[in-house]
């Protein structure tokens, strides 16, 4: 029994330690960041995207990528939709409204550089940075390629370098962070000729976009994409028709992902404290429950031993008492015999006696 | 005892001259996947990162290995000695499919030689896959040392044999703890995707789901692997048909209650995510598929077979759920995943992933077969009997 | 919420409904498996 209950503390100590080892992580998951203020955006007005493209070429030339194939105003290269890739950090993609005779819609496609990054948190190895000025930013020298990020990512921004077998990176927009660093504007707002993409600080584009949501409400849906989808991003878009017909999910949670996703953390302590504990004491349970059964077999053992025992005794002193009756009624048997033999010769001495 | 067989053995049986074609063929293959990149050898997509060596080597791997935290617990913590002569090539198995997991991630990650980078260089504890990582590396520690006692039995160690014996207790525990939250977590994995797994699929419980299914596939995998061993090794085993029929009978009832309550919460799921209405789709009809073929079906059956002492009808329903499972992690992983992707976006594995696969299952088997006809696995060392 | 049903559903209570059910399902289900065990 001594050796089980310095097993349950010890087990209780284990999960102790290991409580607070993990205390952190979780903590994690349950406080609520609102975001560095004066933190910067973009915001693109697909009313206004005539699908020209300029953006893609821009950001090639800013990332050193060779240019996008089809050149600008080709229309053919919209028959498929196209998705970020290693050498295409953004995509323009053409969306149709569901009635043939309304005119297409074209959106541009990019890393959305969310408030909270479902690829910041799913990282093993903390790549990924949300700078305070917006953007987030990719360390390839710790990652290990798991592309867990790209699987994560609820925008299918992220691209890997699969052709790469030593230095294979993932590959995303930067919103080129070294620019805003310098004060310029992402390559992309700086190209688009229509106005479509603005750049500037995030909480002010909201208010513009929601300016031009009141002062044109026919043009436009009453919603700005980005502001809240899980968690807010810092790309916003404004739309004339449904978002989910541009490929975004609209309607989702405010709740971030990362919130949702680092949920399970919370019972990584809970496990770490009661099983040790638990386990040792069904073992301990266990353990006295063979040891008592055990104990029964061993008495239910002497028990039957001891009957035995006692049977054997009691047979012993019946033989023994039997045997000395029977000696007994032989002595007198004999002593009859030699009174009778006695008698017989007296009898006979007597008889030649009186012959004589 | 079967030295003189061993003397004897052929190197070129059919069965050896198989698995060398398999395993040549997958070591070219992954030369190839070092030398030209993942490109070369997979058919893995920017929509779609994780293929079939994630859903298959990675997440069934690890389910498919659960037989060795289930059995040792059943055995050492809740005092079902009658499950001793399992225990052994349980956790070899265990060990086994571990170490295939590794190896199959090893394969997988862009960057393999960086594998400890989350724990010696930068940690990202909020990540379901770090949790993965750190308990499945842990987990494969504590199978390793469960796994010595044999070798140690049959080098003849006998004090190294003695102090890895005293820790069998706390090994299970950790084995344990390590078993639930690694399992749970290769399920937490996938909540952070509620727009790409389809809803039927979703859930915030997802971790749960994935542990009691483990179980399932582990007592599946040790009546499987409990049936071809006994065949294989009839020199080696010390238990009769007899006793192994008993046994596996006593791992159906386990199986079917475990089944049962894995339909419960899967139920439950959807009732609690109000779901029904997609039953009626076209994925409903493949969610069914999944949950009355491949989980209603086999709990019953391990039901009926328990009952009427049917070991054959175990054995298959055996069969049934470990695909069952396998389908599972299929399903969550790239079968449902991107659900909504248009029909040229999916992903079908490449052939050399499937060889790949296959390979490293062989693999395991040959060291199964070796590790077991020569280490008291399958029977008892005679320096050491009853003293397991 | 007027009715009962009403009531369960606006309130998810059909959950609880069915997790009472299949924990009295339960019942059922471990007679049917532990029925022809040996010696009870």
Redesign the interface.
């Known amino acids: 029994m001594s050796v089980s209950r310095r097993r349950f503390l010890e087990g209780l100590g284990l999960g102790a330690a290991g409580g607070l080892v993990t205390s952190e992580a979780a903590a994690g998951s349950t406080k609520h960041f609102a975001g560095h203020p004066g933190r910067l955006g973009l915001l693109h007005d697909t009313t206004l995207c005539v699908g020209c493209r300029s953006c893609e070429f821009a950001c090639a030339k800013v990332n050193d990528h060779p240019l996008p194939a089809a050149p600008v105003g080709d229309q053919h290269v919209f028959e498929k939709k196209r998705r970020i890739t290693p050498d295409l950090f953004t995509v323009v993609n053409r969306y149709r409204a569901r009635q043939g005779t309304t005119p297409a819609v074209y959106r541009k496609q990019q890393c959305m550089h969310c408030n909270e990054p479902c690829c910041a948190s799913v990282c093993l190895v903390r790549a990924f940075t949300k700078t305070p000025e917006g953007p987030i930013l990719y360390n390839p020298d710790v990652c290990i390629g798991c592309r867990y990020c790209v699987m994560a990512c609820p925008y299918y921004a992220l691209s890997y370098e699969y052709d790469d077998p030593v230095t294979p990176r993932v590959m995303r927009c930067t919103m080129c962070y070294p620019r805003i660093k310098e004060g310029k504007a992402p390559g992309c707002a700086e190209a688009c000729p229509t106005g479509a993409i603005q750049f500037g600080k995030r909480e002010d584009l909201i208010k513009v976009a929601r300016e031009r949501i009141r002062k044109q409400p026919d043009r436009y849906l009453d919603h700005v994409f980005g502001e809240h989808e899980f968690g807010g991003t810092s790309w916003l878009v404004l739309a004339g028709i449904p978002f989910h017909e541009l490929d975004l999910h609209e309607g989702v949670t405010h709740t971030s992902l990362p919130e949702i996703g680092t949920s399970f953390l919370s019972v990584v302590p809970l496990v770490i404290t009661l099983y040790p504990g638990l386990l040792a004491g069904i073992y301990a349970f266990t353990k006295r429950r063979e040891k008592l059964s055990q104990q029964e077999r061993q008495a239910a053992v002497a028990a039957a031993l001891e009957q035995a025992a006692a049977d054997t005794k009691e047979k012993l002193a019946a033989a023994a008492a039997r045997a000395a009756k029977d000696k007994e009624k032989a002595v007198a048997a004999a002593v009859k015999k030699a009174k009778a033999e006695a008698e017989k010769a007296a009898k006979e001495a007597a008889q030649k006696e009186a012959d004589r | 005892m079967s030295e003189s067989a061993t003397s004897e053995r052929k190197l070129a049986t059919p069965f050896n001259v198989i698995a060398g074609i398999i395993l040549a063929g997958g070591a070219a293959i992954l030369a190839l996947?070092?030398?030209?990149?993942?490109?070369a050898t997979?058919n893995?997509t920017?929509?779609y990162?994780?293929g079939l060596w994630i859903g298959f080597d990675v997440m069934s791997g690890v389910a498919l290995a659960a037989g060795g935290f289930v059995i040792s617990?059943a055995v050492?913590?809740?005092?079902m000695k009658e499950y001793k002569p399992i225990v052994r090539p349980a956790i070899l198995t265990g060990f086994l499919g571990y170490f295939l997991v590794v190896v199959g991630l090893f394969v997988d990650?862009?960057?393999?030689w960086?594998?400890p980078?989350?724990f010696v260089?930068?940690?990202?504890?909020?990540?379901?896959?770090?949790?993965v990582?750190l308990c499945v590396a842990l987990y494969l520690t504590v199978l390793f040392i469960e796994s010595t006692p044999a070798a140690l039995e049959w080098l003849g160690w006998r004090r190294a044999r003695r102090v890895v014996g005293g820790l069998t207790?706390?090994l299970?525990?950790?084995g344990?703890?390590l078993s639930?939250?690694h399992q749970?977590?290769l399920g937490?994995?996938f909540?952070?995707?509620?727009?790409?797994l389809h809803p039927l699929w979703y859930s915030?419980y997802l971790?749960v789901h994935f542990f009691v299914s483990a179980v399932a596939a582990g007592l599946s995998m040790v009546i499987v692997e409990s049936m071809i061993s006994h065949r294989v090794f009839k020199e080696q085993v010390e238990i009769s048909h007899e006793q192994l029929d008993r046994l596996t009978l006593g791992l159906a009832?386990a199986g079917?209650?475990v089944l049962?309550i894995y339909f419960?919460i899967k139920?439950?799921a959807l009732?609690?995510d109000d779901n029904w209405h997609l039953l009626a789709t076209a994925w409903g009809a493949w969610y069914l598929v999944e949950l009355l073929g491949f989980v209603l079906l086999p709990c019953i059956l391990y039901?009926a077979g328990?009952?009427?002492?049917r070991v054959g009808l175990v054995r298959t329903t055996g069969v049934i759920t470990v695909l069952g499972v396998v389908l599972n992690r299929f399903n969550v992983s790239f079968i449902a995943f991107n659900y909504s992707l248009p029909a040229e976006a999916r992903y079908v594995p490449h052939w050399m992933e499937i060889w790949v696969t296959v390979a490293l299952v062989t693999s395991g088997v040959v060291a199964f077969r070796w590790i077991a006809g020569r280490m008291p696995i399958l029977f008892e060392h005679p320096d050491w009997k009853g003293q397991h | 919420m007027v009715t009962l049903w009403d009531f369960l559903t606006f309130t998810k209570g059909w959950s609880y409904v069915l997790a009472g059910g299949l924990l009295v399902a339960f019942i059922p289900f471990w007679a049917f498996l532990t029925e022809r065990e040996p010696k009870r």
Request: glycine fraction near 6%; hydrophobic fraction near 45%.
């Open positions: 996947r070092f030398v030209k990149g993942l490109r997979t893995l920017h929509d990162p994780w617990s050492y913590l809740f005092g990650l862009g960057r393999p960086r594998l980078y989350p260089v930068q940690a990202g504890p909020t990540s379901a896959l770090f949790e990582a207790i706390a299970t525990i950790f344990l703890l639930t939250l749970s977590s937490a994995l909540t952070i995707t509620p727009t790409k915030s971790p009832k079917s209650v049962a419960a139920v439950m009732m609690l039901a328990y009952r009427e002492r």
